[in-house]
């Protein structure tokens, strides 16, 4: 299984985060991987608030885990891939914020014509682990 280019070929993954008390939070988004990092980011999508418990979950415990997967009625077409690494937040307007900017706009269409306002949540530090039927 070419499991860099399934994830660079996915348009979704989830993303989950834990506060400081291991409470978990697991949320759907779109992403990047651009070399050894994971980029995703704070975007126009409707959201009942801008303060996003991820962010402050970040902030708390920056461990974080990336699940990308397919599922298929036949079960010999089953796959998934969980990327465990270290997030960090990142302003729009900073270096690293553009790059991750940059990565998602190459990738969604969505953004191009509207780039999205951030923060940047790097995900860098990255272990993969997968599995495949």
Not at 95 to 105: E, Q, S
Request: aromatic content about 6%.
């Amino acid at each position: 299984m070419d499991v860099r280019r399934r994830v660079t070929e996915a348009r979704v993954a989830r993303l989950a985060t834990a506060d400081g008390s291991g409470e978990p939070h697991l949320v759907p988004i779109v992403f990047a991987l651009d070399g050894d990092a994971i980029h995703t980011c704070v975007d126009d999508k409707p959201k009942t608030t801008r303060r996003l418990r991820r962010l402050a979950d970040i902030a708390a415990n920056p461990r974080v885990s990336v699940l990308v997967d397919h599922y298929s009625d036949d079960w010999s077409q089953l796959w998934w891939i969980r990327i465990d690494g270290i997030a960090t937040v990142h302003a729009a307007d900073t270096d690293a914020g553009a790059a991750g900017l940059d990565a998602l706009v190459r990738k969604y269409p969505q953004y191009q014509s509207k780039r999205p306002p951030g923060p940047v949540i790097t995900i860098a530090q990255l272990r993969w682990r997968s599995w495949s039927a």
